[in-house]
């Protein structure tokens, strides 16, 4: 019988007609590759989830919920869905470390006021107007001024009077609470006539929860995009060993991981320089009033989106919604920026008042001999690789499913489930025509004169196979000199 079959015996006798349908040949084309996001973060006691149990997320109303209003994933989400409404959102709350502390800042306050006007407080990138009346004494202004704080339930402290200073709490524990920025009139607000105001910056915050219980939480799902809001070194450690395993061969989960740090260029550079990871993004920004979590959600989610799309198409340009740049003096020279990316740390520009992707580089710098390396410097690098290996796996698994294997030149019948290494070459590289006609590579004779495919010498049931695709790159510098006559 040169047919065969997959579920008609051939020693059946009943009369009838059997017709079996198999769907090895039925998909054309590349196959799409699921993306799923995870945030990480800290939840509030408020929130109605369980801590360390995924949960999905639509919207950022519904985080608030789940996690408490004003907490970290709250803010998260709604800076991810902002970015971002489509990709599936997957969230594992974290409570407070027990040994951590919470950030403080204070504001101190001088009056009275000469003259009636408006205060207008700049909390983690988010408004707050206090209404001040001519002759309102600095602790009447105190007081309100923590009320009026508190009466905006999204930001991520709560206020105490106390005389004429107003003390703000971070109402989470950690070190992230000390990067929550406070200053007034980001948009050039003037002071009421009369008042002062003398902010000392939130610090104190210590001990961010350990990653390894959430990590765990999420097992061996599938999971393409990682948003991180941590950037101390334990829990950047821990989120490299995670993801270098999720890359192995054995797994071949591949996922990416996306923060973002605020720090003069000093900061940023040291941070870039202690770390070394291709599958680790951290772009950084000095001067931005946004919370380096909520930058970190909109990144993270404006990747997820655009590199499913097409994971080599370069993400320069694309907008961070709800970012809010840095003062024109705080913003980094294309210099300064062009040595950030020399130092592992993405760079972000303002761009009409927007904060836009410059470049998404990883913090992979240099191989295991410690020589410079650029194999994995961008972020499409490693997504695109990412995707050929899933569309390799899914055209084999599709195409052969439960084949017999032969030598090359063996004859044997054509409807038989039999596979050659030759056959198998083939289909790598008609496969290759596919991401070549999808512009994820390049060089197609190339790529046939070192493709091998070969029967394994001490394996009779294995094929081994070198595949050598030349990964497309992005077109992201032009040079050029304008000779001129007069």
């Known amino acids: 019988m040169a047919i065969s079959f997959n579920a008609i015996p051939i020693d059946l006798r009943a009369p009838g007609a059997y017709i079996e349908i198999d769907n090895s040949r039925a998909v054309q084309g590349l196959p799409g590759m699921p993306s799923r996001i995870l945030v990480l973060g800290q939840m509030l006691s408020t929130g109605t989830a369980t801590a360390l149990e995924p949960i999905d997320i639509l919207t950022g109303d519904q985080a608030a919920g789940y996690f408490g209003r004003g907490s970290m994933l709250h803010r998260m989400a709604h800076f991810l869905r902002a970015n971002n409404t489509v990709t599936r959102a997957t969230v594992i709350p974290m409570e407070d470390d027990g040994a951590a502390q919470a950030a403080t800042g204070t504001l101190a306050i001088t009056g009275p006021a000469t003259a009636s006007g408006t205060l207008v407080l700049w909390i983690a990138g988010q408004r707050v107007r206090v209404g001040v009346a001519a002759g309102t004494a600095a602790t009447a202004i105190a007081t309100a001024t923590a009320a009026a704080i508190n009466a905006v339930l999204d930001l991520p402290v709560t206020a105490a009077a106390t005389a004429a200073d107003v003390t703000l709490t971070c109402r989470w524990s950690g070190e992230t609470g000390n990067a929550i920025d406070?200053?007034?009139?980001?948009?050039?607000?003037?002071?009421?006539?009369?008042?002062?105001?003398?902010?000392?910056?939130?610090?104190?915050?210590?001990?961010?929860?350990?990653?390894?219980?959430a990590l765990a939480a999420i097992g061996d799902e599938w999971v393409t995009d990682i948003i991180l809001p941590y950037t101390d070194t334990a829990s950047l450690a821990a989120i490299e060993a995670e993801l270098e395993t999720r890359f192995g061969p054995l797994v071949m989960q591949d996922a990416h991981a996306y923060a973002w740090a605020q720090g003069t260029h000093a900061e940023l550079t040291t941070l870039g320089d202690s770390r070394n990871s291709p599958h680790l993004t951290i772009m950084g920004m000095d001067g931005s009033p946004t919370p380096p979590w909520e930058a970190a959600a909109a990144l993270g989610a404006v990747a997820a989106y655009h590199l499913q799309i097409d994971p080599a198409r370069p993400l320069q340009t694309l907008e961070l919604r709800g970012v809010l740049p840095p003062a024109e003096a705080d913003r980094f020279t294309m210099e300064e920026r062009n040595l950030l990316l020399h130092d592992g740390i993405a760079t972000a520009r303002t761009e009409v008042n927007t904060v836009q992707i410059d470049r998404a580089i990883t913090?992979?710098?240099?191989?295991?001999w410690g020589i410079e390396d650029i194999s994995y410097l961008d972020v499409t690098t490693l997504k695109t690789l990412a995707y050929l290996r899933y569309s390799v796996r899914a055209?084999?698994?599709?195409?052969?499913?439960r084949h017999k294997l032969a030598s090359d030149g063996t004859r044997y019948g054509p409807g038989q489930a039999i596979v050659t290494p030759a056959v198998i070459r083939d289909e790598l590289v008609a496969l290759f025509r596919e991401w070549e006609t999808a512009g994820l590579v390049e060089q197609a004779d190339q790529f046939k004169s070192e493709l091998i495919v070969e029967r394994d010498q001490s394996d009779p049931n294995r094929v081994n196979a070198l595949i050598p695709p030349d990964v497309i790159n992005q077109f992201r510098v032009f040079a050029g000199q304008v000779q001129f006559r007069l």
């Open 182 to 213: 406070i200053r007034v009139g980001y948009y050039g607000e003037a002071m009421p006539a009369g008042v002062g105001l003398t902010i000392t910056p939130m610090s104190g915050g210590s001990a961010n929860p350990d990653l390894t219980a």
């Open 363 to 368: 913090t992979f710098q240099t191989n295991q």
């Open 395 to 401: 055209r084999i698994f599709q195409r052969f499913p």
